[in-house]
């Protein structure tokens, strides 16, 4: 439970302290508003890597494996991309607190925020466990 507060405390700093320096990302709001943007980060990211895993299941299940080929390299090379479209939907959708203008901003803070998990050990079944 630590490592989780601790991680959105993390992303609630990267949101306003850090992107607010790359072109074209606009954070509105004071820290609050930042920090329910942390929170919502995490649900956000994980409905993005739910329905990913749900198209990839899919998708191999009706091919018979076939897909496989494609989506076997797809993960290995675009896992980095997940925060990026997390962060764009999140844009979409919170358009008061988060601006993103364009996929190369996005991108950059997408990698930020992938450093973040990485460095405080995102695994995405921690919720389960004690």
């Not at 764009?88 to 190369?104: E, R």
Request: aromatic share 12%; proline share 5%.
């Amino acid at each position: 439970m630590k490592r989780i507060l601790f991680r959105v405390l993390l992303i609630a700093l990267a949101f306003y302290f850090i992107f607010p320096k790359i072109p074209g990302i606009d954070v509105h709001g004071g820290f609050t508003h930042v920090l329910v943007a942390a929170a919502l980060f995490g649900i956000f990211g994980w409905l993005v890597e739910i329905t990913a895993i749900a198209i990839s299941a899919v998708l191999t299940v009706t091919s018979l494996g076939m897909a496989l080929l494609v989506l076997v390299p797809l993960w290995l090379l675009g896992f980095w991309l997940l925060p990026a479209v997390t962060l764009k939907l999140m844009a979409d959708f919170m358009p008061q607190t988060l601006t993103i203008h364009g996929w190369v901003p996005a991108i950059e803070g997408g990698l930020l925020m992938l450093l973040i998990g990485i460095c405080t050990g995102g695994d995405p079944n921690e919720f389960g466990k004690r």
